[in-house]
């Protein structure tokens, strides 16, 4: 297991932007898949992007594509989430998880290390 400790939430207007980032402790980042997900108040947890391994795969779920986008450097062992046009229903604690697999990455049980979450706020 990798230790995950996400930084970069906050106050953000609508339209705005943040970047969330997620650093990982350990010398095989290159080898997990990097997620983040989130869940907003009396929600459940919902992904939102994923990379995978070594071939930087990326997916999204529908309602940020084309706004967010992930990326990761693995020599600082960090995968970012760049999160542009944002809306308030984008208002969410997010969380940084890390798994072993490559496909059907929408799934939490996929991951098996998270972090401690960072709140976003996006006021209309």
């Known amino acids: 297991q990798v230790q995950l400790v996400e930084s970069g939430g906050g106050l953000v207007q609508a339209g705005g932007s943040l970047r969330l980032s997620c650093a990982a402790s350990g010398r095989t980042f290159s080898g997990y898949t990097m997620g983040w997900f989130r869940q907003a108040p009396g929600k459940e947890l919902e992904f939102v992007a994923a990379?995978?391994?070594?071939?930087?795969?990326?997916y999204y779920t529908a309602a940020v594509k084309g706004r967010f986008t992930i990326s990761r450097d693995n020599a600082k062992n960090t995968v970012y989430l760049q999160m542009n046009s944002l809306i308030p229903e984008d208002t969410a604690i997010y969380y940084c998880?890390?798994?072993?697999?490559?496909?059907?990455?929408?799934?939490?049980?996929?991951?098996?290390?998270w972090g401690q979450g960072t709140q976003v706020t996006v006021s209309s």
């Open positions: 990379i995978t391994q070594n071939d930087g795969n990326t």
């Open positions: 998880a890390a798994g072993l697999y490559s496909s059907n990455l929408y799934y939490a049980w996929k991951y098996n290390s």
